[in-house]
């Protein structure tokens, strides 16, 4: 069967499996009625189809997860740690088999898929820390005999929507920092890859995770919506487009709820000339087309100082052009599919929007043929030189395989053009030089800076997320800022002496 996701839709009613919801420990069907396609971009087939829940059925998710509060959050930090040693090592276990899931459902090739699990088992080493994670600060003798101490206590229920680009990454940035800290939690992933968010659930059980700690709904807007309304949920984190990040956070935050929204980008690679140009080129051809180019963390902006740019495009060309594109579980393919064919068919006119706008064409990436996959969702690599801020090619976040690049008289200036661009993710610069380095990370307004390192993902023991419309909260995720995000501060001050002024009418002024 060969569809586009309308398609697809229609085609449910031959009774292609659907994915289930994970609640209270189990797989369950949904109450409602409708339902979305799971394609496998490399075939364009459905595969799957995916319930969309509605109220009822986050409802019925959220109280499971509520139900299971009390008891997890009273449950010390290091038996909740030892859950979670044994989830990594059943992560590890089952590596392959989640990014075969996510190289199906989502297009990317099995190697990146592997990667970005592993990415996602380190938060789950991280997390592993939680006694140590969760101890608050003591000071003895704040006023006669009166000490002082902090608390970090869970926030209850805590939510998590994610994006279609890391099916198993992005949840796990959120929910084993949430769990460790004694939350319960109710994931909402893509409705475009759903299935490793399940086999997540499973797996956490199977680790000796108490039923309803863990819940798993599949949707759209109605679900998210009925999440982010429902009273029993105190916190929200997103990872998504910019959009869609910022109606999260303003409903959420009216609900009254701690919100952390992460949104889409448009990161820059600035290149000096004093750069070792052909490992600038290497780096970048990775971080620009690898997935595909769907990646939050992606270059899909090269800015090229003074003369550094046409050796720097010559050095593009050759290794976009050398790129192998085909089927995400076939071997030595360097790039699968795009998610959808109507992403492709968006990333389509965005190429068309360049050649118009008067940009030059240096890679054509259309028309690629993927033998005995026509139907497919590809595209190839696509490399634009001399591109204008103007020009939407620039301003907008594409999400595909389109490289642009920009070129300036200086670093100030490159500077400027990074500052000015509304997002703020990551960005990197090659150089040779020290100082032109330490100029870049102190003044550029970007939440993650590589230097001669392209896509600066930080390890999940430093935090990860942007600035500007990257980010609508005040929280990174994972590392030091997901443990305040997930916990809550209590301070006591307390005496064990009868001795001194219990009974003060006055506010104390000493120590
Ligand atoms: P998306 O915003 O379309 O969807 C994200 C989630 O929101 C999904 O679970 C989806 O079901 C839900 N959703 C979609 N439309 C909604 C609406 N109108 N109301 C409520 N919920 C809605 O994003 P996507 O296409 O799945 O993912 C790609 C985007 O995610 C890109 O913009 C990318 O940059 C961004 N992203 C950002 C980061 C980051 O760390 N900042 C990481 C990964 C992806």
Not at 167 to 180: G, I, N, R, S, T
Not at 364 to 392: I, Q, Y
């Amino acid at each position: 069967m060969t569809a586009s996701r309308e398609e697809g839709l229609s085609a449910v009613a031959t009774g292609v499996v659907p994915v289930p919801f994970w609640i209270n420990g189990a797989r369950v069907a949904s109450r409602g009625v409708r339902l979305g396609a799971v394609m496998n971009p490399s075939t364009g087939e459905m595969i799957r189809s995916v319930p969309l829940a509605g109220a009822a059925d986050v409802d019925v998710a959220v109280q499971s997860a509520a139900a299971a509060f009390p008891a997890w959050r009273d449950t010390t930090p290091l038996r909740r740690a030892r859950v979670l040693t044994r989830f990594r090592e059943l992560l590890e276990k089952h590596q392959k088999e989640l990014a075969g899931l996510i190289s199906e459902e989502h297009g990317k090739v099995f190697l990146d898929a592997m990667g970005s699990v592993q990415r996602g088992i380190e938060v789950v080493e991280f997390a592993s820390g939680a006694p140590h994670l969760l101890k608050g600060a003591f000071s003895e003798s704040v006023g006669r005999d009166v000490d002082s101490y902090s608390l970090l206590q869970p926030i209850g229920v805590c939510v998590g929507i994610t994006p279609f680009n890391f099916p198993a990454m992005v949840p796990l940035w959120m929910f084993p920092v949430a769990l460790a800290c004694g939350n319960t939690f109710v994931l909402k992933p893509s409705e475009k890859d759903p299935s490793p968010a399940v086999r997540m659930g499973e797996l956490l059980k199977e680790a000796g995770l108490p039923d309803g700690v863990f819940n798993v709904v599949h949707g759209d807007k109605e679900a998210v919506d009925a999440l982010l309304h429902h009273p029993q949920v105190a916190a929200v984190s997103f990872v998504g487009s910019t959009p869609v990040a910022r109606h999260i956070y303003a409903v959420a935050a009216a609900e009254g709820k701690r919100v952390q929204a992460l949104g889409g980008a448009k990161n820059h690679a600035v290149v000096m000339p004093d750069a070792d140009l052909p490992f600038a080129a290497d780096a970048i051809i990775g971080a620009a087309y690898g997935s595909a180019g769907e990646r939050c963390m992606a270059v899909s902006a090269v800015v090229a100082v003074a003369d550094a740019g046409d050796a720097l495009v010559r050095e593009l060309a050759v290794r976009a052009r050398a790129l192998t594109v085909g089927p995400s579980l076939a071997e030595q393919v360097d790039m699968g599919p795009l998610v959808t064919r109507e992403h492709l068919q968006k990333v389509g006119r965005y190429v068309d929007a360049g050649i118009a706008d008067g940009a030059e064409l240096v890679v054509d990436g259309r028309g690629v043929h993927v033998r005995g996959h026509e139907n497919g969702f590809f595209l190839g690599p696509t490399l634009f030189d001399r591109v204008s801020a103007k020009m939407s090619i620039y301003t907008d976040e594409i999400f595909g395989p389109v490289l642009v690049v920009v070129r300036v008289s200086s670093l100030d200036e490159a500077i400027a053009l990074v500052n000015d661009n509304p997002y703020g993710n990551g960005t990197a610069l090659f150089t040779g030089s020290g100082a032109a380095a330490r100029i870049f990370e102190h003044a550029i307004q970007v939440g993650m800076v590589g230097i001669n390192v392209p896509i600066p993902v930080p390890m999940s023991f430093f935090s990860f997320g942007g600035w500007k419309q990257s980010l609508f909260g005040d929280l990174h995720v994972h590392g030091e800022e997901g443990v305040k995000f997930y916990t809550r501060t209590k301070a006591v001050t307390r005496r064990w002496t009868n001795a001194g002024a219990a009974g003060a009418f006055h506010m104390p002024s000493l120590g």
